[in-house]
């Protein structure tokens, strides 16, 4: 159980490492300044319970019935205006005498699922926003594990100790004010940020 | 070299219209960070974690602001203000957050007041 956590924080975070900083830079700057990867990098997130090897699925395995109605028209096709002409009708009458829940309509889920009445009209309305967005293919589904190619060649270039780990000089001499420490000579703000972050963490090696 | 390539991807993405990662979603580590806030110091948060609740928030952020520009849309109002985001929370049944954020925005503008009439010294 120990050793499982510990691989499994140590994959995730050197995966931290590299995108974080990317997305920090984002927020920071308010610059959107995307980079095309040269390398065709395999970027996967590990499962709980699973090694550092394991095949990740593709999508996340949503077991609750609400979020799978929620997320279902990332997968479906494009929802036929027809169905939605009829069903408010059946549904508002049905407000009238139940207050608990609603029965959403769903292409993909076999059990109806009941909704707030107050939240109906809201998720069909953005079904329709998002069926339309996938039909305009304006979304991209797929996420680049950096946004910067020189940042991502950078990351790479730094020393890395047991573990994976960036070395630091200053966190090595100062484990124990590790937590409070900041690093300051180190000139890149958004790198930082990330050691700040992973400072709480326990180091596996 | 490499600034030139990184800009005409840029444009290249914004002229075919693709909504981008970065664009549809919060930052990931602002999402970490405000995810820790509510945990004990020694907590980890897996990066799958982060993931879903980046699609999470955002798909709520689109959810409420969707019921405010409906609103608007019916009044034939063009600018959504923090007095609409508050009704359509109250609209959607989440009537604990629209009385807290309704006190916000009461500090928050009283903080503008306050703001306009004494400018800094610098300015």
Known sequence: MTTSTRDISDNEADEQQQSEP???????????????????????????????????????????????????????????????????????????????????????????????????????????????????????????????????????????????????????????????????????????????????????? | MMDNVGGSSSNIAENSGIIREQDRLLPIANVGKIMKQILPPNAKISKESKETMQECVSEFISFVTSEASEKCRKERRKTVNGDDICWALGSLGFDDYAEPLRRYLQRYREQELDRANNPPKRG
Do not use: W
Request: proline share 9%; net charge positive; glycine share 8%.
């Open chain 1, 22 to 205: 990317q997305m920090q830079h984002l927020s920071a700057n308010g610059i959107s300044h995307a980079g095309i990867g040269t390398q065709n990098v395999q970027y996967a997130t590990p499962p709980q319970l699973g090694t550092g090897h394991a095949v990740v699925p593709p999508t996340y395995p949503y077991p609750d019935p609400y979020y799978r109605s929620i997320f279902a028209p990332y997968d479906a096709q494009t929802y036929p205006p027809q169905p939605y002409g009829g069903n408010p009708m059946v549904h508002l009458q049905l407000m009238g005498i139940q207050q608990a829940g609603v029965p959403l309509p769903t292409d993909t889920v076999e059990e109806p699922v009941f909704v707030n009445a107050k939240q109906y009209h809201g998720i069909l309305r953005r079904r329709q926003s998002r069926a339309k967005a996938e039909s305009e293919k304006k979304a991209a589904r797929n996420r680049k594990p950096y946004l910067h190619e020189s940042r991502h060649l950078h990351a790479l270039r730094r020393a890395r100790g047991c573990g994976g780990r960036f070395l630091n000089s200053k966190k090595d001499e100062n484990q124990q004010d590790e937590v409070a420490s900041t690093d300051e000579s180190q000139s890149n703000i958004n790198l930082n940020s990330d050691k700040n972050e992973l400072a709480p963490s326990d180091r596996t090696s």
